[in-house]
């Protein structure tokens, strides 16, 4: 029997074998959802995302891949589209039960023997080019249609770059598409923990300096060392909370790879309380730009 799990379903709200086959793109080295074979999957269970196309494309291929008749469990906060489920499912056809738990909504069906309007919500989750940018996103991805503007104020700070660094945290390509402008940049490495950035930016970047990365940016599952830059917007919120911590892990690993003398670009939300680790891990630090919420950091080893 193949079951699959898209996330991580709170204990108690979903059962999941510890053998289940991972589909989400937020977990490295996951099995792609729309690459699984058309009716393959005996059960699934979903922590189903907060946005809507994001949610519906991953609802209907979901049950694309499951078999006739096969059992599905998803759930989400009710906040963040759980009181949305029951209908979404509806729509596809399902029959569902519905139930209310530890402030989720937690949805059970079976997979119909007849799956309405799949297509239409795969395409309108599906990659696409986003103008006027001329660049590849996927809805999911972190600010996927539009230009954040605490990376439009970095990319427009930034000086031209020398040797080798990474963008932590890549995103789409917005801000290494700017850090491959500068010719004396040798090597980028570009890290994202979302697949689907992954897969967009590869499409967004072609450069034969890049080497791409589906992995946590603030592990050592990429081997790192003595750069000479690291840049970065990094992520402030873990499932929709805010977590200082996750941008203070970045700034830690940033130091740890950088070589003596590197720097560090960051930008950064203004009430977000990085300097403190800053001043821990660099000798030298800087605000270089302010606008619009945002502060621009170099940092120096």
């Excluded at 499912?89 to 989720?104: I, R, T």
């Amino acid at each position: 029997m193949t079951f699959a799990v898209y996330g991580a379903p709170p204990r108690g709200l979903a059962d999941t074998p510890s053998d289940a086959v991972q589909l989400s793109p937020l977990v490295p080295g996951a099995e792609a959802i729309d690459a699984v074979e058309e009716g393959s999957l005996d059960q699934l269970a979903m922590l189903a995302p907060p946005g809507v196309a994001e949610r519906r494309y991953a609802l209907a291929l979901a049950l694309r891949a499951l078999k006739a008749g096969a059992p599905m469990t998803v759930l989400a906060p009710k906040d963040k589209g759980g009181s949305r489920l029951k209908k979404e499912l509806e729509a596809f056809g399902c029959v569902v039960s519905d139930m209310p738990k530890a402030h989720h909504r937690i949805c059970t069906c079976q997979r119909p023997p007849a799956v309405q309007s799949l297509d239409e919500a795969i395409a309108a989750g599906a990659p696409r080019p986003i103008e006027p940018y001329g660049l590849w996103s996927q809805p999911g991805v972190f600010s996927w249609d539009r230009l954040d503007p605490g990376t439009a104020l970095l990319m427009q700070t930034l000086p031209s770059l020398v040797g080798k660094g990474a963008d932590f945290g890549c995103g789409i390509g917005y801000l290494a598409r700017a850090v491959l402008d500068a010719a004396a940049v040798t090597r980028l490495d570009l890290i994202d923990l979302d697949r689907r950035a992954v897969d967009c930016a590869r499409r967004n970047v072609e450069d034969a300096r890049v080497a791409l990365h589906w992995a946590d940016a603030t592990s050592s599952a990429v081997a790192l060392a003595d750069l000479d830059f690291v840049v970065m917007n990094p992520p402030f919120h873990d499932g929709g909370a805010e977590d200082r911590n996750l941008g203070q892990a970045f700034i830690r690993r940033a130091a740890a790879v950088l070589r003596k003398s590197g720097v560090l670009w960051l930008v950064a939300n203004r009430h977000l309380p990085y300097e403190g680790v800053l001043g821990e891990h660099f000798a030298a630090v800087a605000v270089r730009a302010e606008a619009s919420g945002f502060k621009v950091f170099e940092a120096r080893k």
